[in-house]
């Protein structure tokens, strides 16, 4: 336990940015996981709307580095590729 109010402040400051960093990181996957469960059902045109909504949060969450820059563009890659896959016959 922090003894020193710096301290205490410190461990407030890293609850509440935990708390949120969680929260946008879990936002982030599901968004990523939505693709894949467009694609996977058959829906190209709704994956594809997905994947603009998830290349927009990867690209924040990269920038803001929650997840790094280059996992970010990882992902953006392989989830174009998925759907590009489930276009062509």
């Given amino acids: ?7 205490k402040k410190r461990l407030r400051q890293n609850l509440e940015r935990r ?5 946008a990181r ?17 829906a190209v045109d709704k994956a594809q709307d997905e994947l603009r909504a998830a ?3 990867l690209d924040q969450a990269g920038a803001q580095r929650l997840i ?4 970010a563009a990882r992902l ?3 989830l ?6 489930a276009k062509t016959p």
């Fill in 1 to 7: 336990m922090p003894n020193t109010k710096s301290a």
């Fill in 19 to 23: 708390a949120r960093n969680r929260s």
């Fill in 26 to 42: 879990t936002a982030l996957r599901t968004q990523v996981r939505k693709v894949r469960e467009s694609v996977a059902a058959g």
């Fill in 55 to 57: 290349t927009r949060r």
């Fill in 68 to 71: 790094h820059p280059n996992k």
């Fill in 76 to 78: 953006k890659s392989r």
């Fill in 80 to 85: 174009s590729r998925l759907i590009k896959a």
